[in-house]
Nanobody, 119 residues
Framework: QVQVVESGGGLVQPGGSLRLSCEASGSISSINAMGWYRQAPGKQRELVAAITRDGITNYANSVKGRFTITRDNAKNTVHLQMNSLKPEDTAVYYC?????????????WGQGTQVTVSS
C-alpha cells in the first residue's frame, strides 16, 4: 500500500502566505515526479506546480513568481510555499505522486487540503 498525505491548508488573508506539505509512504520503490494540483468549486482540477526527481520545476502561469515547489527525496516529501495569495487561489489542493511500486508505475493522490484566501 501507498499513502499520500497533505497538510498545511487553512484560511489566510489576501497577500498572506501558506506552506503545504505532502508525504508519500508505504511500499515505494522510487518516486518520479511530485506535484500539486488544485480544484476550485465548479472548475476542473488544474496543475499548480510539479517537480522531477532531479529538481526540474514547472509552474502554472497564474502562480509563477508567487509559489515555490521543493522536495526532499530522502523523506519522500514535497512542499509548496505559497506567497502573495489571492482570493482566486482558493481551492482544494491535491498532491500527486508518480511512483514505482516494485515493477508497477502509477499516480497516487492525497485526500486534498482546503486553502481559503479571504478577508
Amino acid at each position: 500500500q501507498v499513502q499520500v498525505v497533505e497538510s498545511g491548508g487553512g484560511l489566510v488573508q489576501p497577500g498572506g502566505s501558506l506552506r503545504l506539505s505532502c508525504e508519500a509512504s508505504g511500499s515505494i520503490s522510487s518516486i518520479n515526479a511530485m506535484g500539486w494540483y488544485r480544484q476550485a468549486p465548479g472548475k476542473q482540477r488544474e496543475l499548480v506546480a510539479a517537480i522531477t526527481r532531479d529538481g526540474i520545476t514547472n509552474y502554472a502561469n497564474s502562480v509563477k513568481g508567487r509559489f515555490t515547489i521543493t522536495r526532499d527525496n530522502a523523506k519522500n516529501t514535497v512542499h509548496l510555499q505559497m506567497n502573495s495569495l489571492k482570493p482566486e487561489d482558493t481551492a482544494v489542493y491535491y498532491c500527486k505522486v508518480d511512483l514505482w511500486r516494485y515493477y508497477a508505475r502509477g499516480d497516487y493522490w492525497g485526500q486534498g487540503t482546503q486553502v481559503t484566501v479571504s478577508s
